[in-house]
C-alpha cells in the first residue's frame, strides 16, 4: 500500500483530483466535500481510483455521488462558493459586429414580451468553436464565443445561440434523482419559436 495524502483546498468547485507519484497517493479534494456523507466520500474515492487505474467506475458509486451534488442543498452551497471564490472573465457586450446588449432587448421584446431582467452579458475572452455561448448561473451571466463577432457570421446564426442561453435563464435545470436535465420539455418547445431555427443551426454546423 502506498501512503496515502489527502489535502482539502479551497476550489471554486467540487474538484477532485488523484495521482500516484513516487510511492504516495496524492488526493486533493474540495474542501465543500469535507462535509459530504461517509458513503458519498467512499463513492468518490472509487470513482477516483477507477480514473487512476483506468478501470470502469461502478455504476452504484457514480450514482450515489451524483445523486448528492444534485441535491438542492449542495448545488445552491456550490453556486455560492463559485460566486464568492470563482473569477468570470467576460469582455465588453460591445463587440466588433454585434452588440450583444442590443441584440438582447430585441429577443427579450420579441419573445419575452420584455420581461426578462438582462443578466450580465458579454463575449468569451477566447475564440471558442467547441463552447459557442453559455449561461452562468452562479454569476447570472450570458457569454457568447467571441467567434461569432467576425465578419461574414450571420447576425441569426448569433442570434439564436444567445435566445438558447436566455431560455437557460427562463427555464433553470431541473433535477430528477441523479440526473439532472437542463434541456427540458418546456425549454425544447419554446426554443422551436425562434424564427429560422433549422437555418441558424445548419449555419452554426458550417461554422464549427
Same mark, same amino acid.
Given at each position: 500500500?502506498?501512503?496515502?495524502?489527502?489535502?482539502?483546498?479551497?476550489?471554486?468547485?467540487?474538484?477532485?483530483?488523484?495521482?500516484?507519484?513516487?510511492?504516495?497517493?496524492?488526493?486533493?479534494?474540495?474542501?465543500?466535500?469535507?462535509?459530504?456523507?461517509?458513503?458519498?466520500?467512499?463513492?468518490?474515492?472509487? /470513482?477516483? *481510483? #477507477? $480514473?487512476?487505474?483506468? !478501470? +470502469?467506475?461502478?455504476?452504484?458509486s457514480n450514482e450515489r455521488y451524483r445523486r448528492y451534488?444534485?441535491?438542492?442543498?449542495?448545488?445552491?452551497?456550490?453556486?455560492?462558493?463559485?460566486?464568492?471564490?470563482?473569477?468570470?472573465?467576460?469582455?465588453?457586450?460591445?463587440?466588433?459586429?454585434?452588440?450583444?446588449?442590443?441584440?438582447?432587448?430585441?429577443?427579450?421584446?420579441?419573445?419575452?414580451?420584455?420581461?426578462?431582467?438582462?443578466?450580465?452579458?458579454?463575449?468569451?475572452?477566447?475564440?471558442?468553436?467547441?463552447?459557442?455561448?453559455?449561461?452562468?448561473?452562479?454569476?447570472?451571466? /450570458?457569454? *457568447? #464565443? $467571441?467567434?461569432?463577432? !467576425? +465578419?461574414?457570421?450571420p447576425r441569426l446564426a448569433v442570434e439564436y445561440v444567445?435566445?438558447?442561453?436566455?431560455?437557460?435563464?427562463?427555464?433553470?435545470?431541473?433535477?430528477?434523482?441523479?440526473?439532472?436535465?437542463?434541456?427540458?420539455?418546456?425549454?425544447?418547445?419554446?426554443?422551436?419559436?425562434?424564427?429560422?431555427?433549422?437555418?441558424?443551426?445548419?449555419?452554426?454546423?458550417?461554422?464549427?
Amino acid at each position: 500500500m502506498p501512503e496515502i495524502c489527502v489535502e482539502f483546498r479551497s476550489y471554486a468547485n467540487a474538484n477532485a483530483q488523484i495521482r500516484l507519484q513516487e510511492g504516495r497517493l496524492l488526493v486533493r479534494l474540495a474542501d465543500t466535500l469535507q462535509g459530504a456523507p461517509e458513503d458519498v466520500q467512499e463513492a468518490l474515492a472509487e /470513482i477516483l *481510483l #477507477s $480514473k487512476l487505474f483506468r !478501470r +470502469p467506475v461502478p455504476s452504484s458509486s457514480n450514482e450515489r455521488y451524483r445523486r448528492y451534488l444534485n441535491r438542492r442543498d449542495v448545488r445552491r452551497r456550490l453556486d455560492l462558493v463559485r460566486q464568492i471564490r470563482g473569477r468570470k472573465r467576460v469582455e465588453d457586450p460591445q463587440g466588433d459586429h454585434f452588440d450583444l446588449v442590443q441584440m438582447f432587448e430585441d429577443l427579450n421584446f420579441r419573445h419575452f414580451h420584455g420581461l426578462m431582467a438582462r443578466p450580465r452579458i458579454g463575449w468569451s475572452p477566447h475564440a471558442s468553436r467547441t463552447m459557442l455561448g453559455h449561461y452562468d448561473p452562479s454569476h447570472n451571466a /450570458i457569454v *457568447l #464565443s $467571441k467567434i461569432l463577432d !467576425r +465578419p461574414g457570421v450571420p447576425r441569426l446564426a448569433v442570434e439564436y445561440v444567445l435566445f438558447h442561453e436566455m431560455l437557460h435563464l427562463r427555464y433553470p435545470a431541473e433535477q430528477n434523482g441523479s440526473r439532472r436535465c437542463v434541456h427540458t420539455k418546456a425549454f425544447k418547445e419554446a426554443e422551436k419559436q425562434f424564427e429560422g431555427l433549422k437555418e441558424a443551426k445548419a449555419l452554426l454546423r458550417k461554422l464549427v
